[in-house]
């Protein structure tokens, strides 16, 4: 199996991971393999380096949102101040800068995934990942961060194990779309018509 094959396998099974509480950041692991994987057979590293930005900055959401509960709940659980309800804010807050700073990256990722493998589904997902997170607040973004999720398993499972770095150069004699064609000696680029190489003399 080539590196997209395990690619495919390993971002198609994390991504339905994501949806199950008890084992998502096994999924976001599995994930962040994944677009390693993509990202050394297409050549690009900042496919892998967009996701490990995405991942560190859910993470500090996630530490940054507990500390600020934990340290609210301290203070406010004795004084029944507001403290605590402001320790709440600040960390849905905290979530919520982080969540959109993580889906930004999702995005990059995603939309040169998209263009490289030619699988359009990932452009959308990330998209998605995007205005979901932005809109989470108003609650409507829970069901586009839902799709962009059950987008990304289709997307993941939809890449074709045969895609290359490069698009293949044409051989000797080879007949492309403009109707030229090339020297077998020298490889000059021809008219298809042409008898003979206007640059070795050799005949075609």
Do not use: H
Not at 46 to 71: H, K, P
Not at 86 to 103: E, N, Q, R, T
């Amino acid at each position: 199996m080539t590196k997209l094959g395990d690619a495919k396998t390993l971002g198609g099974v994390g991504s339905i991971l994501l949806l199950i509480p008890a084992v998502n950041i096994v999924g976001y692991i599995l994930i962040l393999i994944a677009c390693k994987y993509i990202s050394d057979e297409l050549g690009d590293k900042s496919i892998f380096d967009n996701m490990l930005y995405a991942v560190i900055a859910g993470i500090v959401g996630v530490v940054a949102s507990a500390f600020i509960i934990f340290t609210g709940a301290v203070f406010g659980v004795f004084s029944f101040t507001t403290s605590s309800v402001i320790g709440v804010i600040g960390a849905l807050a905290v979530a919520w800068i982080a969540l959109i700073v993580s889906s930004i990256f999702i995005r990059r990722a995603y939309g040169t995934m998209a263009t490289k493998l030619n699988v359009g589904t990932f452009k959308t997902a990330g998209l998605l990942y995007f205005v979901g997170a932005i809109l989470i607040i108003v609650l409507v973004g829970f069901l586009l961060l839902l799709v962009a999720a059950i987008l990304q398993i289709v997307a993941f499972f939809s890449i074709n194990e045969m895609t290359q770095r490069t698009q293949p150069q044409p051989t000797a004699l080879s007949t492309t779309p403009t109707g030229t064609k090339f020297c077998p000696t020298c490889g000059t680029q021809l008219e298809v018509s042409a008898t003979f190489c206007s640059k070795c003399g050799t005949k075609q």
